[in-house]
C-alpha cells in the first residue's frame, strides 16, 4: 500500500482550456439527445452515385450502369429501401450495429496491420528528441498524460466538442479509448468494455505493459485516485525495462494476437482451457485501461517510427486492445491502436491534449519530484503447452508475412498550409484532396477513385460517411491544369468549382446524406434478407469509383 501523502500536481496549463469543461457542460450530456441517423431518399442517393462513377466509368460502362441503376430504383432497390426504413424506424442509429458488424468484426485477417491505426507524438519533433538515456523520463510522461486524459474523461470535464456552428457532436466513442478490448471469436469478433465515467461507477485502472516478450501488470494511482507523478512512475518503467532485460526473452504470448482472428479464437479458447490462471490473466489483460510497450527497437527517422507503430515486433503487441502506447529504446512514442471502436479523431484529440500539456511545462514535469513507495509491477505468468508453443511460433509467421508488405513514408509538406490557403479564400481539406487528384493523374494517366472520411457525429452514436472526392469537376479541372493552352485565371476559375462542388458534398455526407451508408444498409438488408445481391453491387462501375471499399461483401 502506498503512504497517505497526497502530492498535487502543478498549476494546470492555461492552454488545455481548448479541451477541459468550465463545469457548465459535462463530456456526455449531449449525447442521448442528438437526432437519430436519418435515410437519404432513394432516387437522391442513386442520382448521387451516378454522379460519382461517371468520371471513372468509359461512356459504355456509364450508359450501362444508368440502366442497371434505373432498374434498381424501380424495382428490388425500392423494396430494400421500404425495408430500410422500417428498420430504422426502430433505431436512433440505423447504421451503428451493421457497421461495426460488417466494416469491423467480421474481418478475419490480423488486425495489425489491416485494422489500426497510429500515430507518432508530436513532441518527438520539437522537445522529446531521441535518447535513450531519457527515453524513460518521456515514457513516463506520457504515460501520465494518458492517466491524466482518463481522469478527465471519467470525470467528465473533456469539453463535448461541436461543429463550427456549434452544433453538439457524438462522445460515444470516448467511452471505447480506455477499457475496451476485442475479443476474437469464430465467424466473428465482439467488443468488450469495462470502460465508466465516475458517475457510473468504478472501473479497473490498471495498466498492461509488455517488454522483450513479457507481460508485466501494474496499477498507477495513489490512495487517493490520483495519478502516480512521472518520477514515480518512471521507477516503475525502468523496472520493468531492466527486470525484463535480466530474465533475457519472454514466451512472447502476445504474438497470438497478431495471427488471424480465427486461429487467435481457437488459441485463445485453448489457452483458456489449459488453467484458471490462464482465464483470470486473460481477463485482466481484456479489462486493463492499455497497453503500454516498451520496444527494443531504436528508429532512426520518422518513417522507421511509423512502421514501428502500425506494424512493429509483433512479438510485443497486444492487438485485441482499443489503446497501445509504445516507447522505442531511444525514447520515440507512438500509438496502435484497434481502429473497431473509434475512428481517428479520438486518438488524434488524445495527442494533441497532451502535446498542450507538455508544451506549457517545456516537455519536463514541473510538480513534486518526491518518489513514495509503491508496489513495484508484478509478472504475469501463462500456463502452456507444446500446442501453445506451437501457435506461437505460427502466429509469428503469419504475422510476419502481413507486416513485411508493409512500407511506411511520413511526407512533410512545409512551403505553406492552411493559414495561406484561407488568405486565397481556400478550403484547406478541398486542396489537398484536388491536389490528389491532379498528382494521381499526372502519375497514373486516370483518375483517382478516393475514399475521404466525413463526420455523422451531430446523429446519435455517428461515426463516419464516405465522401467521394472526385468529381466530374475535380477531371475538368484537373484536365484544365495539365492543358498547356489555359491560362492561370482559368486554371483557378475551374479549381474554385472543383472546390466548392467538393465542400458541398462534404457538407452533405455530415448531414447524413452521403452516397455509401445508404447503399451499404440496402446491400445488408437483401444480404440478411437471404436475397440474390442486387446487380448494382455486381456493376463495375461500382467497384471502379472507390478505391477501397471498408466494409466487406459476404456472398
Known sequence: MSVSTEVTPSKEPQHMSVYLTSGKEKTFQYDEDLPCLPVPPLQQTLDRYLLSVKPHATDEEFEMTKEIVKKFESGIGKELHERLLAHAAKKKNWLDDWWLHYAYLIVREPLLPTMNTTGFHPLNFTLWKPSIEKSSEYGSLNLWGFLDFNLALREQRLKPQKSYEGTPFSMRQFRWLFNCTRIPGRGADSLYSTWKTKDEGDCPLHIIFLCHGHIWTMYPWDSAGKPLTPPELEVQLRHIRETSDALGPGPSLSVLTCDTRENWAQNRDWLKSLSVNNMRNLHHIDSSMLVFVLDDTTPENFNQVVWEGICGDTTNRWADKSLSAILTRNGYGVLNNDHTPYDAMVSVMLAHYQYLLFKEMNGKWTGPTEVRYFPMPTLLHFDMDAKLVEAISSAKETSLSYINNICAKLFIFADYGKDFLRTHKLHPDAFVQMSIQLAYQRLHGKPAPTYETATTRQFYDGRTETLRSCTVESVDWVQTMLSPKA????????????????????????????????????????????????????DPSYTKSEEKVIWRLPV
Open 487 to 538: 491560362s492561370t485565371s482559368e486554371k483557378f476559375h475551374k479549381m474554385k468549382i472543383a472546390m466548392d462542388t467538393h465542400n458541398c458534398h462534404m457538407k452533405q455526407c455530415q448531414n447524413g446524406e452521403g452516397v455509401d451508408r445508404h447503399l451499404f444498409g440496402l446491400y445488408v438488408v437483401a444480404l440478411e434478407s437471404g436475397m440474390d445481391i442486387p446487380d448494382l453491387f455486381m
